[in-house]
């Protein structure tokens, strides 16, 4: 028997599909990436972008088109919207929330497919007792032998307008800590480099369970003494944090900790005051300005990576020109700059769409050109000095391979040794361009230097 399944959407998403993995392999599947020679074809779909739920309706159409000549079962879970699930039931044989993970080979069963035993392998009894986190004890099938993403938190509270998360995937909530650092220690053993801290809202870890859980910070604090007492060389990151939630204790750990990558991703989204309330973001520009210097006074080593969006509904072109400015201001090394397009389930779906699509798309251009000046500066500021990396893998150059500094700027260099792939190697950088530096190998190990 084998299966095929398919990630849309962002990192949470893959994160479940590495969970997902391991419940079918569990039940004996082999994995195909071919869907014709599948016998299980699901989806791990994702309601936020149109793009990803335009392709879950064309597969499921032509999965749905097999079943007059083979027999098929199909599945989808994920971030779901309330009104695609209806739909999706009527499609899919299985229609199932993420946290109803374990549950998967009951489900199968019962549609009658005779499979393995053994279960208890890769589903912990115990987590079908708690129906809201239990789905994290299952050891996930991971993606990379040297790079992880480790969920610590799924829901949100916060309702920005123009996103579907909250009604997608429910309230927060914290995935308790000792798995949380259990499975970090698991792949700090197993030599991993590289760990992502994953969740809608990872620093407001712990606040549903005020008084039983730990807070953002103390989870942060542990995983550095972790990295400390191990003697292992690895980076922690986490994705994505909130401006409101971003406190002096969060950012004075990250200093405190060598494990700690000093790179900070903090999402603005609209640089303009009236925007952030149209968009329910719960900061005003000045608060996330005062958030910046705190972060550039005590970790001034550290990258800045930022999420913005252009075009939202109302937003005037002056209210774009402060976008502009703050990203001028806050210099940013990295910034994903998406044109506004309303979202099916979110608030502002109700709104007027009002900024033509080639405004949208200019404004986009603008911010793009902004960014390649301020992050081209500070790459220049790279050249002639050794940078520790963690190499990735081959790059699109040919002959070259590609990989990442601590604060995650992309680094390529001329080399065909695969061998170094998953490892940290020392490179010294030559030349910069605007989201990019290339460099030569200067060998293992380096001292690390601050970018
Ligand atoms: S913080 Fe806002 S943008 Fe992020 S998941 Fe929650 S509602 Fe969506």
């Known amino acids: 028997m084998k299966y095929c399944l398919l990630h849309l959407g962002c990192q949470m998403n893959q994160s479940d599909a590495e969970r997902v993995r391991t419940v079918i392999e569990g039940l004996g599947y082999d994995r195909t990436d071919d869907e014709r020679d599948a016998d299980l074809l699901g989806i791990v779909a994702c309601s936020v972008r149109q793009r990803a739920i335009d392709k879950a309706y064309a597969r499921i159409r032509l999965w749905n088109s097999w079943k007059s000549v083979k027999s098929l079962l199909t599945f989808v879970t994920g971030c779901v919207l309330p009104a695609d699930r209806e739909k999706f039931l009527t499609l899919f044989d299985l229609v199932f929330d993420i946290t109803e993970a374990p549950q998967l080979p009951d489900m199968i069963r019962q549609y009658g497919v005779v499979t393995g035993v053994g279960m208890d392998t890769v589903i912990p009894r115990d987590s079908l007792q708690d129906a809201a986190t239990g789905y994290w004890r299952i050891r996930p099938s991971y993606s990379s032998g040297f790079e992880a993403y ?76 972790m990295g400390n007492a191990s003697g292992r060389d690895f980076w922690v990151y986490f994705t994505s944090p909130h401006p409101r939630d971003m406190t002096e204790e969060v950012i004075r750990v990250i200093a405190a900790y060598p494990c700690l990558a000093k790179q900070i991703h903090l999402p603005l989204q609209s640089g303009d005051d009236r925007i952030l309330i149209r968009m329910n973001r719960n900061y005003m520009v000045d608060q996330y300005r005062e958030t910046v210097r705190m972060v550039r006074s005590i970790l001034p080593q550290a990258t800045l990576f930022t999420d913005i969006i252009v075009g939202f509904s109302g937003e005037t072109e002056a209210e774009f020109e402060n976008t502009r400015n703050a990203m001028r201001e806050f210099q940013y090394n990295m910034a994903y700059v998406a044109m506004y397009s309303p979202r099916p389930g979110a608030a ?16 986009l251009h603008v911010l793009s050109a902004e960014l390649a000046g301020t992050s081209r500066e500070h790459n220049r500021s790279m050249i002639g000095r050794d940078y520790r990396v963690l190499v990735e893998g081959p790059d699109r150059k040919e002959g070259y391979l590609s990989a990442k500094t601590e604060g995650r700027i992309v680094v390529r260099f001329p080399s065909a040794d695969r061998s170094l792939v998953g490892q940290f190697a020392t490179v010294r950088i030559t030349s910069a361009a605007s989201l990019s530096v290339e460099g030569e190998l200067a060998g293992v190990p380096a001292p690390v230097l601050a970018e």
């Open 348 to 363: 502002s779906f109700r709104w007027p769409d009002d900024v033509p699509h080639d405004e949208k798309n200019r404004r």
């Open 150 to 225: 480790v969920p610590i938190q799924n829901g949100c509270d916060k309702f920005c307008t123009f996103c579907a998360v909250p009604y997608t995937r429910g309230p927060e909530v914290s995935r308790p800590s000792e798995e949380i650092l259990r499975e970090v220690a698991g792949l700090v053993e197993n030599g991993y480099k590289s760990i992502t801290l994953l969740g809608q809202n990872v620093n407001s870890y712990g606040l549903d369970r005020t008084g039983q859980e730990i807070s953002f910070a103390g989870l942060l604090r542990m995983i550095g003494e």
